[in-house]
């Protein structure tokens, strides 16, 4: 339907409302009261997400959930029971929630994004879940500490009448490196997942006291550049890690796993 439509639409709806209060009264009760909630089986895993009418992208990925990137959820089954996962770029839940509910998953998840709304979701996925080791954690990720513009993405696209999908508002939003979230935390990831469209390289670069330790095992990264890739590579190959070769059924070819060599000791100082 062409989007000036829907909006003429809208506006006669909202001023039916405006001239007949108790039509106006239901509807606002009524969709006070509606908070659909989808349901999803993912490779044997039960989810529960909220889906709010609003949120059209959410709906297309949560209804899609298990054939949207398998390779994500391959490399979440190849995890060694009871580690950590720090899961950067979290969104709603989407690996998350499946790490966190799977058998012989992670003891603990550490879920980071900057998008208030996708922090909210998943707060509330959270405990429609009844999960207990999931840490929802709203904040953007970089190699510094202080604030940066962040523009949320807006659902509400007949509105402003636009189809770019990162049209939005924005605001200023606090950012730390992952090296002092595990400060913070105490803690020490095994698995890290980065998909942040952007800034991932900066993102690694503020985590090379974690890389030191040792401790962690593979990193998969979304990488949306030739000059990120050979930068991230160049870094993570100091720390004893190696990138592995593409699955034939990859559904997004720059997503990339690291894994740490064994017996290859770090190179950094």
Not at 75 to 104: C, M, N, Q, T
Not at 167 to 172: D, F, I, L, N, R
Not at 176 to 201: A, C, N, R
């Amino acid at each position: 339907m062409d989007r000036q439509v829907v909006g003429a639409v809208n506006r006669a709806i909202v001023g039916a409302c405006r001239f007949v209060p108790p039509l106006g009264k239901a509807l606002r009760r009524g969709f006070s009261r509606v908070l659909p909630v989808h349901e999803a089986t993912v490779r044997g895993v039960r989810i529960k997400s909220v889906c709010p009418l609003h949120q059209v992208a959410n709906f297309d990925q949560i209804s899609g959930w298990d054939r949207r990137e398998p390779e994500v959820f391959d490399w979440i089954d190849s995890f060694e029971p009871g580690g950590v996962f720090f899961d950067v770029g979290s969104s709603y839940g989407h690996e998350s929630l499946y790490a966190a509910l799977k058998p012989d998953g992670p003891r603990q998840v550490f879920a980071f994004d900057c998008s208030f709304k996708d922090s909210r979701d998943l707060a509330t996925n959270i405990k429609l879940n009844g999960v207990k080791n999931i840490r929802n954690i709203f904040a953007a990720i970089s190699d510094t500490s202080g604030f940066c513009e962040v523009t949320e993405v807006l659902p509400y696209k007949n509105i402003l009448y636009t189809d770019s999908k990162y049209t939005g508002v924005a605001s200023e939003v606090p950012k730390y490196s992952l090296d002092w979230m595990s400060e913070q935390f105490d803690v020490t990831p095994d698995y890290i997942k980065i998909d942040v469209d952007g800034p991932e390289h900066a993102i690694v670069r503020g985590m090379t006291e974690i890389l030191a330790r040792g401790k962690t095992k593979s990193l998969f990264i979304e990488i949306n550049s030739d000059r990120d890739r050979r930068g991230i590579t160049e870094i993570l190959a100091d720390y004893g890690f190696a990138r592995l070769a593409h699955p034939r059924s990859v559904a997004n070819p720059n997503n990339v796993v690291f894994t740490k060599q064994t017996g290859l000791e770090s190179s950094a100082a």
